[in-house]
Nanobody, 119 residues
Framework: QVQVVESGGGLVRPGGSLTPSCKVS????????IDWYRQGPGKEREFVAG??????TTYADFVKGRFTASRGSTSAASLQMDSLGPEDTAVYYC??????????????WGQGTQVTVSS
């Protein structure tokens, strides 16, 4: 069974940095995508950044060069977040599309890690 676990959230002051991490475990034949979403208070979940198996990374416009998504392996990823502002306060979710060897690819989500930006 595939599990997705985020860590590394927390409380940070405006202008500060955090680097949440994502670890995917279980039976994995191939990881297609590992990406990050977030859901702020009273808002819908939105895409933040993602990296394909070919190393191609895409970012949401609001990232504006402040965030860097990385994949350390087929089962690990991180999101370096700099110059954080109160508008970045949200639960950050790791999402992956992978082949677990059951025929085809499937989507998996982590439980999320809270990021709070406040003075």
């Amino acid at each position: 069974q595939v599990q997705v676990v985020e860590s590394g959230g927390g409380l940070v002051r405006p202008g500060g940095s955090l680097t949440p991490s994502c670890k995917v475990s279980g039976t994995i034949f191939e990881t297609k995508i590992i990406d990050w979403y977030r859901q702020g208070p009273g808002k819908e979940r939105e895409f933040v950044a993602g990296t394909s198996s070919r190393g191609e990374t895409t970012y949401a416009d609001f990232v504006k060069g402040r965030f860097t998504a990385s994949r350390g392996s087929t089962s690990a990823a991180s999101l370096q977040m700099d110059s954080l502002g109160p508008e970045d306060t949200a639960v950050y979710y790791c999402h992956t599309v992978l082949d677990p060897g059951l025929g085809g690819t499937r989507n998996y989500w982590g439980q999320g890690t809270q990021v709070t930006v406040s003075s």
